[in-house]
């Protein structure tokens, strides 16, 4: 199977898996106050500051711990991050079967530890670690925004992954790292040359989590509006992979899924609009 068609394909089910932890835990919020207790949803755009800083702080301590070459601190950051977001998704699974919430809670929890802990010494498990992390930190977000602060915030992150990228260059060299070290913050599809050279194609979990989070938000309002932000991202990170494995070039994913986003967003209210006429 092609590169393409790989990454491809797991952003996709990373984006079905996302919404549905993040529309289910949204409805168990309702009913249940223990999930009430975990979760707090902003309707407003106050928030927005803060977790910029804790994005900015994040990229801050990963460059630092590259400077200084400090490989125990990377692999503890591999775990606890796959194990917290994964075990969203896994509470999201394990729930409907299992009525006790704080029992669910805590199985989901163990198995985010044991997926993280595994992938550290199963390196096949790569991949899976970070479609199901990717799937709970955007369930995360997108159940903490409105659908007006997603937008907004997934500006903000387009704006500082293209100066990331191209002006101080810092996400290029973070990238260059966790490729190095084969982390669960890309998703990766490999493939052999003619020649006997493999080589190979990675989107970040920042690229899979951002959309979901505007996809979940967007769920608030109207399912239709969900699927329409998941067709954009689609066509969105298609356009920059084929772009980037054609050129050979690393580019800022999140600009171009932004763009996507909004342009499905445009044509689904033009279409709603001569409909109405």
Excluded at 13 to 30: C, M, N, P, S
Excluded at 172 to 194: C, G, N, Q, R, W
Aim: charged letters at 10%; proline letters at 3%; hydrophobic letters at 60%.
């Amino acid at each position: 199977m092609n590169v393409l068609v790989k990454v491809l394909l797991m952003f996709i089910v990373t984006q079905i898996l996302g919404l549905y932890a993040g529309v289910y835990i949204l409805q168990d919020a309702r009913t249940n106050p223990i999930v009430q207790d975990f979760i707090s949803v902003e309707n407003g755009v106050s928030s927005l500051p803060l977790f910029v800083v804790y994005i900015l702080l994040g990229a801050v301590i990963f460059l630092a711990i590259i400077k200084f070459h400090l490989e125990i601190l990377l692999s503890l950051l591999e775990i606890v991050v796959i194990s917290v977001t994964s075990s969203i998704l896994f509470y999201s699974v394990i729930h409907p079967f299992l009525a006790d919430a704080l029992a669910a809670m805590a199985i989901a929890a163990l198995l985010g530890i044991i997926l993280a802990i595994s992938k550290h010494f199963i390196h096949l498990l790569k991949n899976l670690a970070a479609v199901l992390s990717s799937a709970g930190a955007g369930a995360v977000f997108g159940f903490t925004f409105s659908f007006l602060a997603s937008l907004i915030f997934f500006c903000i992150m387009a704006l500082y992954d293209y100066i990331a990228v191209f002006r101080t260059k810092h996400m290029v060299s973070m990238a260059k790292e966790i490729i190095k070290h084969d982390m669960s913050f890309t998703i990766t599809a490999k493939e052999k040359l003619p020649s006997g050279r493999e080589t190979r194609l990675d989107l970040g979990t920042g690229d899979l989590a951002l959309p979901i989070m505007v996809e979940v938000s967007a769920y608030q309002i109207h399912p239709y509006l969900s699927l329409v932000t998941m067709l954009g991202a689609i066509a969105g990170v298609s356009f920059v992979l084929v772009y980037a494995w054609k050129h050979k070039v690393f580019l800022p994913a999140i600009p171009a899924i932004l763009f996507g986003i909004l342009i499905s967003i445009a044509v689904a209210l033009g279409v709603t609009f001569l409909r109405l006429l």
